[in-house]
């Protein structure tokens, strides 16, 4: 990008061509500086708002640690981590939290909700986490939780307690939770690893559906079929980014393999 058109972009534009989130030289040991394996070693890498990006590796290359350190949940690791222009150890406890609960959507393999409370007040119980200036944007937030329940197709079921529902419709309520406060970020950690593959597909549809609407979705998987719904694919091994392909760059090396 020349000097010329930059200066003539708008705010709004600068901010869309900014990177989200930027790790730079990222590692990760479990149990401090002592100790010699590492979790994650070395991660360079941009993610840019509104990408949908799969990260790829088998079990024990670093998923999990990288999506937890992603999401604000873990604070023990080497190196920076650039969040919307700043470092995240730089925020105190309170800004973290508050940053967790507004700006990033979890969804999990094992949906993580709450058996006693029906799927409305599952999808209702970021709001009542929400503390301080936060709590003048509740008005209207039953409604809008109402409202992400009919958009995963779960309009007759806001009543219903997750232990009647399927696999399917308990992950379609974790996402309208996630959802709730229109994140900047859906963090997904191998959201169809539960799931059979038909209802899997659903649930990957659903959420390249959202990433056509403008969210900017990471998942985590296990699965070459799951990671090929995303545009971007970043590959982990023993807790080392090994590539990082555009759909584009994926596709013109099929057509190299087929000739
Ligand atoms: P993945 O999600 O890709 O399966 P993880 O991020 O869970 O991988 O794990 C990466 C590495 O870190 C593995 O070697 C794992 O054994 C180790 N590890 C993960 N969590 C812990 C923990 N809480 N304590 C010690 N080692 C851990
Ligand atoms: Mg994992």
Same mark, same amino acid.
């Given at each position: 990008m020349n000097?010329?058109? !930059?200066? +003539?972009?708008g705010a709004a534009q600068r901010e869309a061509d900014s990177p989200l989130i930027?790790?730079?030289? *990222?590692?990760k040991r479990y149990g401090g500086a002592a100790a010699q394996?590492?979790? *994650?070693? #070395? =991660?360079?890498? #941009? *993610?840019?708002?509104?990408?949908? +990006?799969?990260?790829?590796?088998?079990s024990g290359?670093? %998923?999990?640690? $990288?999506?937890?350190? =992603?999401?604000? =949940?873990? @604070?023990? /690791? #080497?190196?920076?981590?650039?969040?919307?222009? @700043?470092? *995240? %150890?730089s925020l105190s406890d309170q800004e973290l939290s508050m940053w967790r609960n507004q700006e990033v959507g979890f969804v999990f393999q094992h949906f993580h909700l709450l058996d006693h409370l029906s799927a409305l007040d599952n999808v209702l119980l970021p709001a009542c986490l929400t503390k301080g200036r936060a709590r003048a944007a509740l008005s209207g937030v039953e409604q809008r939780a109402r409202e992400l329940l009919a958009?995963?197709?779960?309009? !007759?079921?806001i009543d219903v307690k997750p232990p009647q529902l399927s696999? &399917?419709?308990k992950q379609r309520v974790a996402i309208a939770r996630a959802l709730l406060f229109k994140p900047s970020l859906l963090l997904c950690d191998e959201p169809t690893g539960s799931l059979d593959s038909h209802t &899997?597909? #659903?649930?990957?549809?659903?959420?390249?559906? =959202?990433?056509?609407?403008? /969210? +900017?979705? $990471?998942?985590?998987?296990?699965e070459e079929r799951v990671s090929e719904a995303a545009q971007r694919v970043i590959r982990l091994e023993d807790g080392r980014l090994v590539? !990082?392909?555009?759909?584009?760059?994926r596709s013109e090396k099929h057509e190299e393999l087929a000739l």
């Open positions: 000097k010329r058109s !930059d200066e +003539t972009k930027q790790l730079q030289g *990222l590692g394996a590492w979790a *994650l070693q #070395e =991660l360079n890498l #941009e *993610l840019m708002k509104g990408e949908m +990006t799969a990260i790829i590796g088998t290359s670093g %998923k999990t640690t $990288l999506l937890n350190i =992603l999401g604000g =949940l873990d @604070r023990g /690791y #080497e190196g920076g981590l650039i969040m919307g222009g @700043r470092e *995240l %150890k958009q995963v197709g779960l309009q !007759d079921k696999g &399917g419709q &899997g597909e #659903e649930i990957i549809k659903l959420f390249q559906g =959202l990433h056509a609407e403008g /969210y +900017t979705v $990471l998942m985590i998987t296990h590539s !990082d392909q555009s759909q584009v760059q």
